[in-house]
């Protein structure tokens, strides 16, 4: 007898669409295709700035870790995280309208989370402040003023032996900078973590250079005192244009 009561037999569906499919194997090779293409495609999304990333680091090295080309800036790679220290430090200031009404304002202890949340030109020089010294705390201040409307995002740092080591002279035609002292085992704590760091990266040294070190308290850059300043100012606008920090 017939099934009258209008249920399907499930062997029935099941052969349909098997018949279905078999009978369109362009259109499963086409989906097949599709699909494969949609995987290809995610994968390229994730893979691509990683390559890129790799061919970037590539260059560096093989740049023996300038960035760009050998004019400028040299990179620290990996970037040195400064450990704590505690120094003292003044900020030369002006109330009047002559130099020689400059005068040293004492600030609270500078440690290493003054290096936090901005930009920082550093710089150690050692012994008297000669000509190389005084042209490059010349070339800091003027590097940070040609950032215009950045320029408050970078502080010039000097790290020095004696708060006596330039004199007041000097000083007066550089408001704003700050100077670290103090006692000579923390200055030469800080000296050391940066020369350590330059020789386990096999880096030259590097006497009277300047460096960068970014909002995060790393040490990340180096220039040489001999560079000429437009090329630091190109480094300091890249790094300020790419960065959302300090």
Known sequence: MSNTSGNIDPSMTSSVNSDASESNPEGNE????????????????????????????????????TWGNTSRGE????????????????IMKNDGNT??????????????????????????????????CEKNIYHMRQVRLALNNRMNRVQRVTLVDSADQFDEQLLSEHLGLQVLSGDANEVGALRDQIRAAEAERKMDPLPDAIYVIDPFGNVMMRFKPD????????????????????
């Open 75 to 90: 990179l620290i790679h990996p970037a040195l995280p400064l450990s704590d220290f505690s120094l003292n430090q003044f």
């Open 99 to 132: 130099a020689e009404e400059a005068y040293r304002e004492p600030q609270d202890a500078f440690t290493v989370e003054n290096f936090r949340g901005i930009w920082s030109v550093f710089y150690m020089p050692e012994g008297a402040c000669t000509e190389v």
């Open 227 to 246: 560079l000429d300043p437009g090329k630091m100012l190109k480094d300091l606008k890249h790094l300020l244009k790419v960065s959302r920090i300090g």
């Open 30 to 65: 086409k989906n097949a295709k599709q699909a494969r293409k949609r995987f290809l495609l995610i994968i390229a999304c994730f893979a691509i700035p990683l390559i890129l990333a790799i061919i970037w680091l590539q260059v560096v090295r093989t740049q023996g870790g």
